[in-house]
């Protein structure tokens, strides 16, 4: 899942002339949820292409997420090895991306345990997402 690192964000005055393009762009986002219960299983299938006006053409590609556990991960429809990969507490990192792919994750959450209220959450009325 894409997202943004809102949990830690920097101090400071932010300047335009500081903003660079991003390395990567999404083009198209298919979402499945899969609630069970005790957990729900979030797939995520996008179209990612390299984006010409970045300053950084050899970036890798991160995706940020917390209390994610990753089931599985294909590019172009082949399953990656955790060597194809980095995987850490908040960031999945592929190192070599190459210059357009479909990129396919699986993972696990708990909704119901989820009590920052971001991402899909569960309280006594339903469940929730931001």
Do not use: W
């Not at 809102?6 to 390395?23: E, H, I, Q, S």
């Not at 069970?36 to 979030?42: N, Q």
């Not at 210059?99 to 929730?128: C, W």
């Amino acid at each position: 899942m894409i997202g943004l690192n809102m949990l830690n964000p920097v101090a400071g005055t932010v300047f335009l002339k500081d903003y660079a393009p991003p390395a990567f762009l999404v083009s198209h986002v298919e979402l499945n949820i899969d609630i069970h219960d005790g957990y729900t299983i979030v797939g995520a299938r996008l179209s990612i292409s390299k984006n010409p006006a970045s300053s950084k053409p050899d970036a890798p590609l991160v995706l940020n997420g917390n209390e994610l556990q990753l089931e599985s991960i294909c590019l172009d429809g082949r399953k990656l090895s955790e060597r194809e990969y980095t995987l850490n507490g908040r960031e999945l990192t592929l190192a070599q991306a190459p210059a357009s792919f479909t990129l396919e994750t699986q993972v696990r959450i708990d909704p119901q345990h989820n009590t920052k209220l971001m991402g899909l959450y569960a309280s006594k009325d339903g469940y929730f997402t931001q």
